[in-house]
């Protein structure tokens, strides 16, 4: 296939991206495209700067699969996974940001070429939360060419490279390739990796507004854009804002009394709230990872004034439970926890159904697999996730 050829077959697949998938369109838009020597490039790759091809390798493609790897390289810059890496081992996380951005795409109806990297379960996980599952030298290989750092060893606690420079050099250096092509981009130095994460971090934002106008950002695309623009805290700041959300203390107007005079001033007013905390001992969450939860959840009773109702499970319910604190009490585990057993959450849910009240909130720590009721209850819960378990409706917090 001639050159003329393979980049006839590139502005089609750009053009089917902006036409049926305008937010994956405009971050492809956003990226030069640079035929590549395939001593270095024998697929794709992408440096954050442009994305680098295969004559011979987009030759092998259909139009659909060049598509999906014009997509697959715009993510990555999009999702910043040039700039979030940090102390992680390279070929792991490389690996994770792969099994990060191949569901979404897939999801989104595209069709992806031989070799790419998917996983079951990852759907919808960032990169950050997938890694853990990466064994250590894994024996998968990303498809594509992740050009942000010096070398492909990925040693912890490597160091990165000055900067280099500055893209406009780049794009002149590549125009001195061999017989045109570009030659292997310099790694990125740290002034340029944060210049780059902030571009395309608005880069995101603005391919997702204009996608939502058109009505055509798909529901898992969504997600992840939300998730990636808001602040990233770890579980125990999202945990403490979702509870003391519940918490806010509020004002009242109630006419004082006639001794008080006639003016109606608003007082403060302070409620107790009440939190019913249930710890999953099926085995799939350890004594420590427990005691971490307790520990924090104590922390943020002090602060809200709950009374809290703890439970334990994996099939049923605890013999011994539940067990009530008041807000001047220590919250603490009991010293002996019955369990090992599979896991189910409806005999929580069924034994808040059978109480005069409900609780203000319920906090769920679990791995999320097991039986969960048909509907959502009319209180609001939260689920502190270990691993990748997803959860049919609730907040759903990352453990990881």
């Given at each position: 296939?001639?050159?003329?050829?393979?980049?006839?077959?590139l502005?089609?697949?750009?053009?089917?991206?902006?036409?049926?998938?305008?937010?994956?369109?405009?971050?492809?838009?956003?990226l030069?495209?640079?035929?590549?020597?395939?001593?270095w490039?024998?697929t794709?790759?992408?440096?954050?700067?442009?994305?680098?091809?295969?004559?011979?390798?987009?030759?092998?493609?259909?139009?659909?699969?060049?598509?999906?790897?014009?997509?697959?390289e715009?993510?990555?810059?999009?999702?910043?996974?040039?700039?979030?890496?940090?102390h992680?081992?390279?070929?792991?996380?490389?690996?994770?940001c792969?099994?990060?951005?191949?569901?979404?795409?897939?999801?989104?109806?595209?069709?992806?070429?031989?070799?790419?990297?998917?996983?079951?379960?990852?759907?919808?996980?960032?990169?950050e939360?997938i890694?853990?599952?990466?064994?250590?030298?894994?024996?998968?290989?990303?498809?594509?060419?992740?050009?942000?750092?010096?070398?492909?060893?990925?040693?912890?606690?490597?160091?990165?490279?000055?900067?280099?420079?500055?893209?406009?050099?780049?794009?002149?250096?590549?125009?001195?390739?061999?017989?045109?092509?570009?030659?292997?981009?310099?790694?990125?130095?740290?002034?340029?990796?944060?210049?780059?994460?902030?571009?395309?971090?608005?880069?995101?934002?603005?391919?997702?507004?204009?996608?939502?106008?058109?009505g055509?950002?798909?529901?898992?695309?969504?997600?992840?854009?939300?998730?990636?623009?808001?602040?990233?805290?770890?579980?125990?700041?999202?945990?403490?804002?979702?509870?003391?959300?519940?918490?806010?203390?509020?004002?009242?107007?109630?006419?004082?009394?006639?001794?008080?005079?006639?003016?109606?001033?608003?007082?403060?007013?302070?409620?107790?709230?009440?939190?019913?905390?249930?710890?999953?001992?099926?085995?799939?969450?350890?004594?420590?990872?427990?005691?971490?939860?307790?520990?924090?959840v104590?922390?943020?009773?002090?602060?809200?004034?709950?009374?809290?109702?703890?439970?334990?499970?994996?099939?049923?319910?605890?013999?011994?439970?539940?067990?009530?604190?008041?807000?001047?009490?220590?919250?603490?585990?009991?010293?002996?926890?019955?369990?090992?057993?599979?896991?189910?959450?409806?005999?929580?849910?069924d034994?808040?159904?059978?109480?005069?009240?409900?609780?203000?909130?319920?906090v769920?720590?679990?791995?999320?697999?097991?039986?969960?009721?048909?509907?959502?209850?009319?209180?609001p819960?939260?689920?502190?996730?270990?691993?990748?378990?997803?959860?049919?409706?609730?907040?759903?917090?990352?453990?990881?």
């Amino acid at each position: 296939m001639a050159d003329d050829e393979v980049q006839t077959k590139l502005s089609a697949a750009r053009a089917r991206l902006i036409l049926d998938k305008p937010f994956l369109g405009a971050l492809v838009l956003r990226l030069p495209v640079r035929a590549a020597d395939a001593r270095w490039c024998p697929t794709t790759a992408t440096d954050a700067r442009m994305l680098y091809y295969n004559p011979d390798y987009v030759q092998s493609l259909s139009v659909e699969q060049t598509q999906f790897m014009l997509a697959h390289e715009a993510l990555h810059c999009a999702l910043s996974h040039f700039a979030r890496r940090e102390h992680r081992v390279r070929q792991r996380w490389d690996v994770a940001c792969d099994l990060a951005v191949n569901p979404l795409l897939l999801k989104d109806g595209l069709k992806s070429p031989p070799g790419a990297l998917v996983r079951d379960g990852f759907s919808e996980m960032s990169a950050e939360e997938i890694y853990p599952f990466i064994e250590e030298n894994p024996d998968e290989q990303p498809l594509d060419g992740h050009l942000y750092d010096a070398d492909n060893s990925g040693s912890e606690g490597e160091s990165r490279p000055e900067d280099g420079p500055p893209q406009e050099a780049q794009a002149d250096k590549a125009e001195e390739g061999e017989s045109g092509s570009a030659p292997r981009p310099a790694p990125l130095g740290e002034s340029e990796r944060e210049r780059l994460a902030a571009q395309w971090r608005q880069r995101l934002a603005g391919a997702a507004q204009e996608a939502r106008r058109a009505g055509k950002l798909s529901g898992a695309m969504e997600r992840m854009v939300d998730r990636l623009l808001r602040p990233q805290l770890s579980w125990r700041a999202l945990l403490a804002r979702y509870l003391t959300g519940v918490a806010r203390d509020d004002y009242n107007y109630t006419r004082p009394a006639r001794r008080e005079g006639d003016a109606i001033l608003p007082s403060l007013r302070s409620t107790q709230v009440d939190v019913t905390v249930v710890v999953d001992t099926s085995g799939s969450v350890s004594a420590e990872e427990m005691n971490d939860f307790i520990t924090e959840v104590n922390g943020l009773k002090a602060q809200m004034r709950a009374r809290v109702t703890l439970h334990a499970c994996d099939t049923e319910l605890a013999p011994d439970g539940p067990w009530s604190f008041e807000p001047w009490e220590e919250l603490r585990l009991p010293r002996t926890l019955r369990g090992g057993g599979g896991t189910r959450f409806t005999p929580v849910f069924d034994w808040v159904e059978r109480q005069d009240t409900r609780p203000d909130v319920l906090v769920y720590f679990t791995d999320a697999h097991g039986e969960f009721p048909k509907q959502a209850p009319s209180y609001p819960v939260v689920w502190l996730v270990k691993g990748k378990g997803t959860v049919p409706w609730g907040e759903r917090i990352q453990l990881n």
